[in-house]
């Protein structure tokens, strides 16, 4: 019976590569190309980035991607020095940034950043002025805006996310993130911590709301693919990718892949709602 | 003494040595059993065939191969750069260096020894930015993470080779010289081979804390996935930057049993490096202690 | 063999030695490369006496102050306890091993466990602590358990083995013959160890002191995955912090044009120089007791 199962996923896998090599034949082919590809910044692309890499590596084999993290500025500022060949942000570049480092920009998805809690949180939803209190320190534990009595534990990003960035505009309107929230480096480390803390608040992209964490109404907006798109959950944002100069050679291709049909189920599976150049 | 306050004092040696005995047991323990589920092929070479991948003619996804050969890689060139000096140093400060020196330099030998490593790893990323704006080649990647690593085992390369070379007898020097040969004559033939086996010892040592060592290499060119690199300045994989990543960011319990994975075969790798030198470092006291060099 | 007349016969020789010779004085040039390298990035802040005042300044970047205070007093107060809690810990450890306290066969399989523990890489503490120690403390002391608590215990075994080493080595350079004459008197071991072994240690207990105390300011890679890396002064045990060294490592992946960036060699001087005083005053002890001794 096993054996049967092993041929059977087998075959499935095999059927399913060679779709995929075909359609990624019609548009943007890998195949026999060679180099490298630094892409390092923002850690809300990385599974789309992930999972596009190893498509191209599986069809390219002598080509190298190297993904690194670090947040939105980081990916700004590293691809604006040349040290990698695309900088990823989860915020727009600002016109000086823009500007003094001649960049080009490709925006391929939308975004929201939510807001997550535990799963065995009773807490459904959270209004602008109850956030900005708890994220202030002045509520501190869940009993005071419906839930279980138990203290909050707040979670934030470093200075570097553009996640931050976004959440705190939108969502704080520039209030105060007091200082003894816990610091973490990366929406999945975001992700792992609020999964394992039953008293934590933190937020997230969208694309990384995943079972093991729950999403929270904000002004008693669900976040989610629909309500971005649709513009009803208001704390969005596009995802960015950007090159020095316009995107030539690997960079190019790897670009220009995710605005293909096979991009966008990619995008769309992990997520995030794919969008044009904007 | 009193009996009950003899009494007390041992208790209390024994309540630390044992309860410190089983903590350590526990946690290898601990350590063993949830890497166990993912001991297997796949835990190295993920769904690749291992031929395949040793060859280099298809990449490695969720398999340990890559950060494990990095690691190596990246060891090898941290020694390699560093035992030249460090030797050099050693041989310098037993041998040659005036009282002064030798103290002023020693003093230097043990602060860059008990120096954060994460200052060398800032020291190095910054110097990599430096050099970046004149030399465009320069980023990030094996070579420069090699570099800074070499920096950080220099002091123990330079305090082994001279412990090695002091704690031999004198009379080793003293015949070597009455018959004829120059120093450095006696030095390669005689006291390096007769401090063999002290030498040995260090550089184990020093392979131990090079592999070991995450704050370094966590700016000077270490990523989460790449695979093999193929070049001094390709950006690679290593088994502690991969521990440290998969603590904050598993998406699943799989992964998760890989990090403890690669845990139970770094803590393989140092533990039996550092064990390694401990019993050569043993048996070099016995024969020197019975007179027995060869 | 020290101050050995070592004179080089034909020019390879010649080339080899002052290879050797460069060799050492790159290590001490190295030394001083690290620290000009603190003293120039800093020194702006430093000229205008503003490094002094960034060591007593919290972060608050919305009102400009990149005060590094938070992470002196995180690194101080997790290290701190770090070495009270492994010290006791230690001195027990290596009096059990050396002081005869216990059976040989006990000793001779006890012994190997804390050779092997200074071969367990810093990371992996980490990583154990966060899937072990962690959900453990957020359950038994409410919180989330990423605090001081726990960074200090996981930096307690890490400097362990370097303490138990230390004391081992200093209570092993006692003389034979004073034990001798001890057990000859009718001393049992723990008087032994109490009235001879302690004293006679002191200043390598001291020394093995101040070395972890180094090793524990200056890991990098515990406090940074267990202490919660907030930015607050510490105020209680199961609180989150920040210390210097996860100050660097987390600012230094940021924006190189930033005053964050800058902020974090101000960290390095600091612990340059607490490094350095810390070595120094080691040194001194060893030395005093070679001399001594």
Same mark, same amino acid.
């Given at each position: ?278 | ?294 | ?127 154990? +602590?966060?899937?072990?120690? $962690?959900?453990? %403390?957020?359950? @038994?002391? =409410? ?5 001081? *608590?726990? &960074? ?48 006679? +240690?002191?200043?390598?207990? $001291?020394?093995? %002191?101040?070395? @972890?105390? =180094? ?5 990098? *890679?515990? &406090? ?70």
């Amino acid at each position: 019976m096993r054996y049967i199962q092993k041929i059977f996923m087998l075959s499935f896998v095999m059927i399913f590569s060679f779709v995929v090599q075909v359609y990624a034949g019609e548009s943007v082919s890998f195949k026999g190309k060679s180099g490298t590809l630094q892409i390092a910044g923002g850690t809300a692309h990385i599974p789309v980035m992930r999972d596009l890499a190893r498509l191209v590596m599986t069809e390219a084999p002598s080509v190298r991607i190297a993904i690194a993290g670090g947040g939105s500025g980081v990916g700004i500022q590293k691809v604006g020095e040349g040290l990698v060949d695309i900088g990823n942000s989860g915020r727009r570049p600002t016109e000086r940034e823009i500007e003094s480092y001649g960049l080009v920009l490709y925006r391929w998805a939308l975004d929201g950043v939510a807001l997550a809690v535990h799963p065995s949180n009773p807490v459904d939803g959270l209004d602008a002025a109850s956030l900005a209190a708890i994220y202030k320190g002045e509520i501190r534990n869940w009993k005071e805006v419906g839930g279980a009595d138990r203290a909050i534990t707040l979670y934030t990003r470093d200075a570097a996310s553009g996640t931050r960035e976004v959440f705190w505009t939108q969502a704080l309107k520039k209030g105060e993130i007091v200082d003894t929230a816990h610091v973490v480096p990366s929406n999945g480390a975001m992700k792992t911590a609020i999964a394992q803390d039953p008293g934590a608040i933190g937020y997230v992209s969208v694309g990384h709301l995943e079972p093991g964490i729950k999403g929270l109404r904000f002004d008693g907006v669900m976040p989610g693919v629909d309500t971005v798109l649709s513009g009803a959950y208001t704390v969005s944002r596009g995802l960015y990718s950007s090159t020095k100069g316009e995107a030539t050679g690997l960079a190019a291709d790897f670009l220009n892949y995710l605005y293909t049909p096979e991009g966008q189920a990619i995008i769309r599976e992990k997520g995030f709602i794919p969008a044009g150049r904007d | 003494m009193k009996a009950p306050l003899r009494m007390a004092i041992r208790s209390a040696a024994f309540a630390a040595a044992l309860g410190l005995f089983f903590i350590v047991i526990f946690l290898l323990a601990a350590l063993f059993v949830k890497a166990l589920p993912v001991l297997d092929m796949r835990l190295l070479f993920g769904d690749t065939p291992p031929m395949e991948a040793i060859m280099g003619v298809r990449p490695v996804f969720d398999g340990l191969f890559p950060a494990i050969c990095g690691t190596l890689l990246l060891v090898i060139c941290a020694v390699v750069l560093a035992l030249p000096m460090g030797m050099g140093a050693g041989i310098h400060l037993a041998l040659s260096a005036s009282p002064g020196t030798r103290r002023r330099i020693g003093f230097c030998v043990d602060l860059l020894a008990g120096m954060p490593s994460i200052l060398i790893g800032l020291l190095g990323f910054s110097i990599i930015l430096f050099l970046y704006r004149y030399f465009p080649f320069i980023t990030p990647g094996l070579l420069p993470a090699a570099a800074s690593l070499a920096c950080l085992i220099l002091p123990y390369l330079i305090r082994g080779t001279w412990q090695a070379i002091h704690t031999l007898p004198p009379e080793l020097m003293r015949t070597a010289l009455s018959l004829g040969a120059s120093p450095v004559q006696a030095l390669r033939h005689v006291l390096l081979p007769a401090a063999k086996p002290g030498l040995t010892g260090c550089i184990l040592l020093s392979v131990g804390r090079a592999a070991e060592d995450t704050a370094v290499i966590l700016l000077t060119g270490t990523v989460a996935a790449y695979g093999l690199p193929s070049g001094f300045w390709d950006p690679f994989e290593a088994l502690p930057f991969f521990i440290y990543t998969t603590a904050a960011e598993y998406s699943s319990q799989r992964e998760l049993a890989m990090g403890f994975a690669a845990s139970l075969i770094l803590v393989g790798l140092c533990g039996g490096l550092f064990g390694l030198a401990a019993l050569i470092r043993r048996t070099v006291q016995l024969k020197i202690f019975t007179g027995k060099l060869s | 063999m020290a101050n050995h007349f070592f004179p080089a016969r034909e020019k390879g020789e010649k080339i080899f030695l002052h290879f050797c010779g460069f060799s050492a004085y790159f290590t001490f040039c190295l030394v001083l490369l690290l620290f000009g390298f603190f003293l120039f990035f800093a020194f702006p802040l430093l000229k205008s006496g503003g490094y002094f005042l960034l060591l007593v300044t919290p972060w608050q970047p919305l009102a400009g102050n990149y005060g590094i205070a938070p992470m002196i007093a995180g690194t101080g107060v997790i290290s701190l306890l770090a070495v009270c809690i492994a010290f006791p810990v230690s001195l027990g450890a290596a009096a059990f091993c050396e002081a005869d306290l216990a059976h040989k066969n006990l000793v001779r399989w006890i012994r190997p466990v804390f050779q092997l523990m200074t071969g367990i890489p810093t990371v992996v503490y980490g990583f154990l +602590a966060v899937f072990l120690l $962690v959900p453990f %403390l957020r359950k @038994a002391m =409410g919180g989330s358990g990423f605090s001081i *608590l726990a &960074a200090s215990l996981m930096l307690a075994l890490l400097i362990a083995p370097t303490m138990i080493l230390f004391f081992s080595d200093a209570f092993r350079a006692v003389p034979k013959e004073d034990l001798r004459a001890m057990t000859a008197m009718g001393a049992r071991p723990e008087e032994k160890l109490v009235f001879l072994l302690l004293p006679r +240690a002191r200043s390598g207990i $001291v020394a093995g %002191l101040l070395l @972890a105390a =180094g090793r524990a300011v200056g890991d990098t *890679l515990i &406090a940074l995955m267990l202490a919660g890396n907030s930015l607050a002064f510490p105020s209680s045990l199961t609180e989150p912090a920040r210390t210097l060294t996860g100050h660097i490592a987390l600012v230094m992946a940021s924006d190189t044009q930033s005053p964050e960036f800058r902020s974090i060699f101000a960290c390095g001087l600091t612990l340059y120089l607490i490094t350095t005083l810390l070595i120094f005053f080691c040194r001194r002890l060893m030395v005093a007791e070679r001399e001594n001794g």
